[in-house]
Structure formats: structure tokens, C-alpha cells
């Protein structure tokens, strides 16, 4: 099972960017789509964003297109998680996880990391 973690979560002001990353623990990472997915106190996490083996393909929830982008580099086993425009109902624990698909990322496979908080306030 794919073993993932977190980083980059911080305060930030509204208006301001942050840039997630999300490690892998296995070279099979480049076999999975990769999500980022949030979750708010009193709230089920919900996916954000996703993208396919190679990048070929992404997709967002509707409350961060045009402020979010998902990319990934497989050679470092690695994604990250591009956040501008940060609005404060943005602040939530981040979390990244896999599937097979990026239309089975709503049921991912890989152990959930300790995720990382981001927090926006002024």
C-alpha cells in the first residue's frame, strides 16, 4: 500500500499562495492518479483536485477551479498542490492519497498521511 505525506501548510493572508507537497513512499507512485483531498472541522473530506498517471489529465472541485492546480513529478515521487487566490473557507487539514483512476479517487487506496494544515486568516 502506497504510503503518502503531507507538507507546506502554513497561515496565510486571503489572497495569498501556498504550495503543497505530497511524498511517496513507493516507485509505483507513477502507477496511480493522485488526489489532494481537505477536510474542515465538522466536515467530511472532500476531494479537490486530481490527476492522472502522467499529468495527462486533471480535474477540480468546482469551490477551487481556476484557483488550484495539480501537478505531479514521478521520477521524484512526488505532487504538489498550487494554491492561490486563498480564500478562508480554504482552511482545512490537506490531505493527498491514490487510485488506480482518477474516477476511483473518490474511494483512494493508499494509508492516509497525517495531513497538513492550512489555515487562512488575517
Known amino acids: 500500500q502506497v504510503q503518502l505525506a503531507e507538507s507546506g501548510g502554513g497561515l496565510v493572508q486571503p489572497g495569498g499562495s501556498l504550495r503543497l507537497s505530497c511524498a511517496a513512499s513507493?516507485?509505483?507512485?507513477?502507477?496511480?492518479?493522485l488526489g489532494w483531498y481537505r477536510q474542515a472541522p465538522g466536515k467530511q473530506r472532500e476531494l479537490v483536485a486530481g490527476?492522472?498517471?502522467?499529468?495527462?489529465?486533471?480535474n477540480y472541485a468546482d469551490s477551487v477551479k481556476g484557483r488550484f492546480t495539480i501537478s505531479r513529478d514521478n521520477a521524484k515521487k512526488t505532487g504538489y498542490l498550487e494554491m492561490n487566490s486563498l480564500k478562508p473557507e480554504d482552511t482545512s487539514v490537506y490531505y493527498c492519497?491514490?487510485?488506480?483512476?482518477?474516477?476511483?479517487?473518490?474511494?483512494?487506496?493508499?494509508?492516509w498521511g497525517q495531513g497538513t494544515q492550512v489555515t487562512v486568516s488575517s
Open positions: 492519497n491514490v487510485a488506480f483512476r482518477v474516477s476511483d479517487l473518490s474511494t483512494p487506496t493508499g494509508s
Open positions: 513507493e516507485t509505483i507512485f507513477s502507477s496511480y492518479a
Open positions: 490527476i492522472s498517471r502522467y499529468g495527462i489529465t486533471t
